[in-house]
């Protein structure tokens, strides 16, 4: 089992920026991919995406490409989620997860979560 913590949320205006950290105490946090996924209020869980074990090849989805930025530093067990240029409908809770491979998009593909982080963006 891995555990993962997410932190680095908070309050925002918009065109800010936040980098969200997510961090496992297994070593083995290195050998998967890890995905970001978002749930607004009301809405369902939406991938943001996700990067390889190696850190080599990352995935996002559409609206987040240019803005959102995943990289991770497997020496610290950590993957970061740096968001640039948010909107208020950035507003969600930021989960990370744990699966075997970074082209995964839906949530069923990931093994481990983490308890999210609130982001909010304020226009």
């Keep these: 089992q891995v555990q ?43 991938f943001v995406g996700a990067i390889s074990w190696s850190g080599d090849k990352t995935y996002y989805l559409d609206p987040m490409k240019g803005r959102f930025t995943i990289s991770r530093d497997n020496d610290k067990n950590t993957v970061y989620l740096q968001m640039n240029s948010l909107k208020p409908e950035d507003t969600a809770v930021y989960y990370c997860a744990v699966g075997h491979s970074y082209y995964y998009n839906r949530g069923s593909e990931y093994d481990y979560w983490g308890q999210g982080t609130q982001v909010t963006v304020s226009s």
């Design 4 to 46: 993962l913590v997410e932190s680095g949320g908070g309050l925002v205006q918009a065109g800010g920026s936040l980098r969200l950290s997510c961090a496992a105490s297994e070593r083995t946090f290195r050998s998967y991919a890890v995905g970001w996924f978002r749930q607004a209020p009301g809405k369902g869980r939406e």
